[in-house]
């Protein structure tokens, strides 16, 4: 039996909507309530640090830096760990268990080095759920269903990305400016997160002639992830390196004149429209195929930039950030559906891992060259090299379409 068969006979019983299984929705809303969580610690904490702690500007960076980068490489062997013991569940379980319980920490801490211990292993948690949670929805997802759930899955994380900040802005004048009690508001939807992915997801039954993996990371092993899925990470590396940081439509929005109170709105209004496109692109997707949409976002991120570098105003602000929201909506599920389908299945969470790694390390090198190209030319200089990065993004694309066949699957799976 192959492994779509199986996906296909293990999971009508939990069909609910669209034909998406029930694990997958629940999945869509472990990541949603936990991104409200973690956003409304997140939209205040450097605030908080700064003038509640007397934390410096540096320290902040620091320990920003290094809890993303904490994340980024416990992803890769979160993800050959599934793939080692044959489960996700457990893992991406961990993860979220992780982050659940240091969000009470936040309100308690006495003093900044708490804080700095709780954000950490905040970080690591979601470094250890990563990798598994995206295997496992490839798992769990119909093989002509992947790119739905992998849109639904970042469709609903992203309601949680605006959702969490706006939630803190209401609180923040609800409590008069008490961080500490919104910090505690936020452990409730961490926990719902937390008892969303122990008592619905269920990992799915594996067929048994699926091979097991001993030494995911070994030269070998990494050698069968082939090369179309180092091509599709070389693709998302371009990408990233062509979007660099959401911080950076924040300071075009401070260039524009925009009141600081309502700057995070921009943020709010790219990851609206990113909620609305991801799950319905995706689903598309399985119909008419990845790689042409993916070509149609990246069409959209080179107008963001244009717009973005060539048309001034409080106008070409919001044209810019709708458009960029929108090609967010178009590539960010449809990456990992390439991901999962083009590596063997019992080598996903390694897949997946080494995945965010790089495409991580990329939007850090993006960011800096960003940050670099304002403080020379200012912002017309960083949206124009992030339109010539997507140009090539979308030149190295063109491989990928040759090779793939029909909607989703390489020419050489099979």
């Known amino acids: 039996m192959t492994d779509d068969a199986q996906e296909a006979q293990d ?54 830096g290094i809890a993303e980068a904490t994340a980024a490489i416990t992803k890769v062997f979160s993800g050959a760990l599934s793939d080692r013991i044959g489960r996700r569940k457990e893992l ?16 308690l801490a006495p003093t900044f080095d708490w804080l700095v211990a709780a954000r950490f292993i905040d970080r690591v948690g979601k470094g250890i759920r990563g990798a598994p949670r995206d295997a496992l929805i490839a798992d769990l997802a119909p093989g002509k269903m992947r790119g739905a759930a992998f849109g639904l899955r970042q469709s609903l994380d992203t309601v949680g990305a605006f959702l969490g900040p706006l939630a803190a802005i209401g609180l923040m004048w609800l409590f008069s400016d008490d961080f500490r009690s919104v910090f505690w508001v936020a452990v409730i939807p961490a926990f719902l997160s937390l008892g969303l992915i122990l008592f619905v997801v269920k990992e799915p039954v594996h067929p048994r002639t699926q091979r097991r993996v001993r030494n ?17 990470v070389v693709v998302a590396t371009l990408f990233t390196l062509a979007r660099f940081s959401e911080a950076f439509l924040i300071l075009r929005a401070n260039d524009d004149g925009i009141p600081v109170m309502l700057v995070p709105l921009v943020l709010v209004g790219m990851n609206a429209v990113y909620a609305l496109i991801a799950y319905p692109v995706g689903a598309l997707s399985d119909r008419v195929g990845r790689v042409g949409l993916l070509l149609v976002g990246l069409g959209l991120l080179i107008a963001a930039d244009l717009t973005l570098a060539l048309v001034g105003g409080i106008g070409g602000l919001a044209v810019g950030v709708l458009l960029w929201g929108m090609h967010m909506g178009f590539t ?17 969470g390694t897949a997946f891992g080494m995945f965010n790694l790089v495409t991580g390390v990329g939007l850090l090198i993006a960011s800096v060259l960003a940050g670099a190209l304002w403080e020379i030319g200012g912002a017309q200089w960083t949206f124009l090299a992030g339109a010539g990065f997507a140009t090539t993004a979308a030149l190295s694309l063109l491989p990928l379409r040759a090779r793939f066949n029909g909607t989703h699957k390489p020419k050489d799976a099979g």
């Open 216 to 232: 995911p990371l070994a030269r070998s092993e990494l050698k069968l992830l082939g090369p179309m899925f180092w091509w599709v």
């Open 11 to 64: 999971t009508p019983a939990g069909k609910f909507g669209r034909g998406l299984p029930v694990g997958i929705w629940a999945l869509g809303f472990v990541s949603l309530f936990m991104d409200i969580s973690s956003e409304m610690i997140h939209a205040l904490l450097p605030v908080y640090l700064m003038t509640g702690l007397g934390a410096t500007a540096l320290a902040v960076g620091v320990i920003e």
């Open 332 to 348: 960010q599920g449809l990456l990992a559906a390439l991901v999962a389908e083009a590596v063997p299945a019992e080598l996903r």
């Open 92 to 107: 991406a379980a961990l993860g979220y268990g992780l982050a659940a319980v240091t969000k009470p920490i936040f309100p």
